[in-house]
């Protein structure tokens, strides 16, 4: 039996250009362990508009050295920490090493906090907001942060950081060696309980078990070198403490986090330490968000030529209909150094990995140069996070999912962007603006972003509306434990540590022998692979495609004009039922072409403006085939290639588009070339 239906959406849910839905209540979650219901520059303009090329950031930019990995995948046995909850010395190596099993992860919080004297709902809200819990199998996060506490360690990081990291100093503090912090999880929470109570030392306060006292010290453990910052992780500590949480987590330990709403926390000396963020009250972020300032450069260039960006006047002069979610590929720090060269591409914002630190480069209103695409780089807001999208394994922290998650809320309600994954994109879906283009197309931020967990926090989480014969499946994997194989995350051809995943791998048919779908667009010989670059036969998590068959186990969906099928166990789904609009090939029409913009028909070009050629991509949709409808819009082209924005024009047509789910990358259709319909009605035949 598939699964239960839930209510049936409106018959025009999927084509509503409405604002988004609204932030979520923040009860306490139920817990998680129950059944759930290209390589290459791309430029920064398109081929029609010849400006300052340079390669946006990727996935597939420059190869980053990833470190040795060599025992750090393997279980390492936990230290013996029964029996130290009343004692008030740190337990000698041999006698930690003497225990042969390790304990529960709610125990490690429970054996840590009577240690150290922190409260346990003190030391389980910061890990949740470093790691959700996590150990990640040693692995380090994309700011170098190993384990629950994510306890940091240069000499293991992935991306050549430098000076002390936290590890080091829980070593002290411990007496447990830092490579032993870095990958045992149950010593792991014990430096995070122990650099904790340093900081509320240091603050001349006593390790009361009052988590109400302890604001000040968590703001310090977030590491922030920004006042701003420190007090916005410490909030959401004591907010997720509030409301509780609780999960499985991805070691397959059960950790809750009761709700307390009863606690206050009292705020002391944070709010003196620390220099201001620069230009904190221009950027453009919700109240108590983290945010500065810091410019991208808008200046002519010799030679004729300027940088980076565009000056507009969105969503007056045109709207703002998507945010498009990037991974940076480099350290924070290079990051705003590249942002800052007036001869590279730009981006709206930046975000930090390790504590969700927010800086502004671009305003809303003007058209940054980010997507690779034109058409959606004058529609869109782009939005950096501090990352490595596959360099073994690294894993995005909770602090800047929640940050992240803050900004979209709130840049989706000023603008009346739809809380959707047709609106709210991964560079990785945008598409190609001619066939040419569609290969060097970036991947970020890749299959190990957590889209389910991104959405529950956007307020929008990602649930079945429709039935069996809904017609529709949106993709909703488990991503803890759904854990699908991807190579040439540390080297080509090399498996990629088991981790978990937002994407399904597609094949031909249904069984994990046949070969992966094709992608004629990606490579020559359109083989796909399992490479960690390489989406070609792979949907993700809140995309919604066309059911076109099932058997057994698997579900077969419309995917590059062609059935593509992927594994959806009963006990184990990974999509769930929907409900929608989906095109199909008009009457009489073989086939269709697809766009990779929605650019307007040469009539609506005033005198001056180059017009744009309207050209298909490689790809078709045959009659009988179906695809999920994103949006709707009329054709539109923002010219501007002029320094002088007095010289910018922007053209509306009058031809209408269809946004559709064509493969992992989304696409358009004219509307004159389909006909569009309910995903529950039967085509004929």
């Known amino acids: 039996m598939r699964r239960t239906p839930a209510a049936a959406v409106p018959l025009a849910a999927s084509l509503v ?10 009860s306490a979650p139920a817990p998680a362990w129950s059944r759930h219901q290209a390589s290459g520059a791309t430029p920064a303009r398109s081929q029609q508009e010849p400006s300052v090329a340079a390669p946006a950031l990727s996935g597939q930019k420059a190869s980053i050295a990833a470190p040795a990995l060599s025992g750090q995948r393997a279980s390492i046995a936990a230290p013996a920490l029964s029996g130290q909850r009343a004692s008030g010395t740190t337990p000698a190596r041999s006698q930690q090493e003497a225990s042969g099993a390790a304990l529960s992860r709610q125990r490690a919080f ?28 040693g692995l380090p996060s994309t700011s170098g942060g190993y384990g629950p506490m994510h306890l940091t360690d240069p000499r293991l990081a992935l991306h050549g950081r430098h ?26 929470v014990l430096g995070g309980a122990a650099l904790l109570a ?3 030392k240091a603050l001349g306060r006593s390790a009361s078990r009052d988590p109400a006292g302890w604001f000040d010290a968590v703001a310090r453990y977030s590491g922030a070198t920004e006042a701003g910052s420190a007090r916005r992780f410490a909030r959401e500590v004591f907010a997720l403490i509030e409301r509780g949480a609780g999960r499985v987590t991805d070691d397959g330990r059960q950790v809750w986090l009761p709700a307390a709403p009863e606690i206050a926390p009292r705020m002391e000396h944070v709010e003196r330490e620390g220099p201001p963020e620069a230009g904190a009250g221009r950027a453009e972020c919700p109240k108590g968000l983290a945010c500065e300032w810091l410019p991208a450069p808008y200046r002519e260039l010799p030679g004729g030529g300027y940088g980076n960006h565009d000056r507009s006047d969105r969503p007056r002069r045109h709207r703002i209909d998507y945010i498009v979610i990037h991974d940076t590929e480099e350290t924070y720090g290079k990051t705003l150094r590249l942002v800052d060269d007036p001869a590279y591409v730009s981006w709206h914002y930046t975000i930090r990995s390790s504590d969700g630190h927010i800086a502004q480069h671009v305003r809303a209103r003007d058209v940054a140069w980010h997507a690779g695409n034109w058409y959606f780089n004058a529609k869109a807001i782009g939005i950096e996070h501090e990352g490595f999208m596959a360099k073994a394994g690294a894993w995005y922290t909770e602090a800047m999912y929640r940050a992240s998650a803050r900004l979209v809320r709130y840049l989706a309600r000023r603008y009346g962007i739809p809380l959707d994954r047709a609106h709210i994109l991964g560079h990785d879906n945008v598409p190609g603006t001619v066939p040419g283009t569609v290969a060097a197309m970036h991947v970020d931020p890749g299959p190990y972003w957590d889209w389910g967990h991104y959405f529950e926090l956007l307020g929008n989480p990602i649930r079945s509306t429709g039935g069996d014969r809904g017609g529709l499946v949106t993709i909703r994997t488990d991503y803890a434990r759904h854990r699908p194989r991807y190579t040439g995350c540390a080297e080509p051809g090399e498996p990629c540590p088991p981790h978990g995943s937002s994407s399904v791998w597609l094949h031909t048919a249904p ?16 083989a796909s692979t399992h490479d960690v670059h390489d989406h070609g036969a792979r949907a993700t998590t809140g995309q919604q495609f066309a059911v076109a068959g099932r058997s057994g186990d698997w579900t077969a ?5 062609r059935r593509a099928w992927f594994h959806d166990p009963d006990d184990a789904p990974t999509a769930v039922n929907a409900t929608g609009l989906v095109v199909t090939p008009g009457p009489g029409r073989a086939s269709v072409p697809v766009y990779g913009r929605a650019y307007p028909e040469p009539q609506a070009y005033p005198k001056g403006v180059p017009v744009q050629p309207i050209v298909p991509l490689q790809y078709t949709i045959q009659q009988g085939q179906r695809y999920a409808v994103g949006l709707a819009t009329h054709g539109e082209y923002y ?3 002029s320094f002088d924005e007095k010289a910018h024009r922007l053209v509306r047509g009058r031809t209408m588009y269809y946004q559709v789910q064509l493969g992992h990358r989304v696409a358009f259709v004219k509307a004159d070339d389909v006909e569009i319909m309910p995903s529950t009605t039967d085509l004929p035949g």
């Open 639 to 641: 010219h501007s290639t």
């Open 198 to 200: 340093r900081h509320q």
């Open 110 to 137: 429970q054996v840590a906090a009577a240690r150290y004297g922190v409260p346990e709902q003190i030391l389980l809200g910061v890990s949740y907001l470093e790691s959700r819990w996590d150990a990640n199998q």
């Open 511 to 526: 069984s994990d022998d046949a070969p992966l779908v094709r992608d004629v667009g990606r490579r020559s010989d359109g």
């Open 557 to 561: 969906i419309w995917y590059l004009g």
């Open 17 to 26: 250009l409405a604002g988004p839905a609204s932030p979520p209540a923040w």
């Open 163 to 188: 000076g002390p990291g936290t590890a080091e100093r829980a070593a002290r503090l411990t007496g447990i060696p830092a490579d032993r912090l870095v990958r045992d999880p149950d010593a792991n």
